[in-house]
């Protein structure tokens, strides 16, 4: 350790030039210091201090403001400069391994902590001959305990061996990107620091969570949406309905604005009921029934109403019954039932200003006898049994009759 010592102030200072003081000096216990002292004239240029026969230097450390006591350290052996040296450097060793600086530390003391390091004074002294001495301003010494001292032995490697660099984690990455995540007061990663793309269990079958599947590999009927009025769209079990304000019932397919039911129904306004169809604006169906047209309408079961405001009833008490007609025609229409107990179709033409024959001659056109048919109407007569077509008409009171074979 280098020391330099200005003669004007007797402080220890930095170097040549460098007038600021130093104020301690750092050892360790155990070691040997080597000292090179360079006493600076005006605190630049070294210079000799007395003459080497009669000089006298001692180095000293003892407990800090304890002036009335033993050294801890000391040594008075120095090496002195050879006469007339440019640069004269005066130096010594003095041994920081005595018992007396082990006590201070408290080492091998069986009641007290070692310390870790001791803060202690110090001073240099020199004298020429029978002189009165000349020594340096009180310096702090710090004297620190050592770790190495050559009697522990050699550690036994643990299994396993320490872990690799790369399956250590830093502190400073926790919850940052490409870090790791910290965990809440209940040992667990909180949601803030969980991907979108990842559901909790917990959050299964829950409000803003997720469905689960069923066997499948299906979302389960009951966990489908179902949507309607504002939405236009709305999904059943085994229907579907499309459109503002529709509704769909069972197995139904519904489009159309306003339209409902449970068989088909298409068109604005459209309804079915009990697997009918109904296909056109307005157009309403009964059960196992047609209505095809705007405003057709089928009032009975079984029935067909084709074109505009065509209609039909039930009115033969299970029969099905068939009227063609355009919408707000005063021309023929084509109505007809079938007799499903005597296998016979009949077909009747009226002046369209009645919605049935009921209408407009008062009697069941359909359950009089041939001859009695009147006057203007047509009447045919289909026989599933021998396969023939009989056409009745009665002009001007004389009934014609010609049948047609349809084998």
């Known amino acids: 350790m280098k020391l330099h010592v200005d003669l004007e102030t007797f402080e220890l200072i930095e170097g040549p030039g460098f007038r ?21 004239r005006n605190g630049t240029t070294p210079e000799a201090i007395g003459n080497p026969a009669q000089l006298e230097l001692r180095f000293g450390v003892k407990p800090r403001n304890r002036y009335d006591v033993g050294y801890l350290v000391h040594t008075s052996s120095w090496t002195l400069p050879a006469p007339g040296a440019e640069n004269p450097v005066y130096q010594c060793s ?21 310390l870790s390091e001791i803060t202690l004074m110090g ?47 830093l502190v400073a990455r926790k919850g940052q990107p490409h870090g790791y995540a910290e965990l809440d007061f209940n040992g667990t990663v909180p949601l803030g620091q969980i991907p979108q793309s990842v559901e909790l269990t917990s959050r299964k079958g829950q409000p803003h969570g997720y469905a689960e599947l ?6 389960p009927s009951f966990r489908l949406p179902t949507m309607q009025a504002m939405h236009g769209i709305q999904i059943t079990e085994h229907g579907v309905a499309v459109g503002m304000y529709s509704n769909a019932y069972g197995r139904a397919t519904v489009v159309g604005t306003l339209a409902s039911g449970s068989g088909v129904s298409i068109g604005y306004g459209a309804a079915s009921h009990g697997e ?29 109403a ?46 369209g200003h ?21 006057s203007g109407m047509m009447m045919f007569a289909y026989s599933a049994i021998n396969g023939s077509l009989t056409i009745y008409v009665n002009s001007g009171g004389t009934l014609r009759t010609a049948t047609i074979p349809m084998t």
């Open 20 to 40: 600021n003081p130093v104020n301690s000096l750092r050892f360790k216990r155990g070691d040997a210091a080597k000292l090179e002292v360079a006493f600076l």
């Open 94 to 114: 003095p041994s920081f391994n005595t018992e007396e600086l082990n006590s201070a530390l408290n080492l091998g003391s069986a009641t007290a902590t070692e």
């Open 123 to 169: 001073e240099i002294t020199w004298r020429e001959g029978s002189a009165e001495p000349t020594s340096t301003r009180t310096f702090l010494v710090i004297v620190e305990n050592d770790v190495n001292r050559g009697n522990e032995g050699m550690p036994e490697s643990a299994e396993p061996a320490y872990p690799a660099p790369g399956s250590i984690e």
């Open 214 to 219: 069923d066997q499948h590999g299906l979302v």
């Open 276 to 304: 009918a169809v109904a296909l056109g604006n307005y157009a309403m169906a009964y059960s196992h029934g047609i209505a095809l047209g705007m405003g057709a309408r089928t009032e009975g079961n079984n029935c067909i």
């Open 306 to 351: 084709i074109g505009n405001g065509a209609v039909t009833g039930d009115w033969l008490h299970g029969y099905g019954r068939l009227e063609i007609a355009p919408y707000g025609s005063t021309g023929p229409r084509l109505s007809g039932h079938v007799w499903g107990g005597a296998n016979v179709m009949q077909f009747s033409v009226t002046d």
């Open 354 to 374: 009645g919605f049935s024959p009921y209408a407009l001659h008062g009697g069941a056109v359909f359950n009089h006898a041939p001859g009695t048919i009147p």
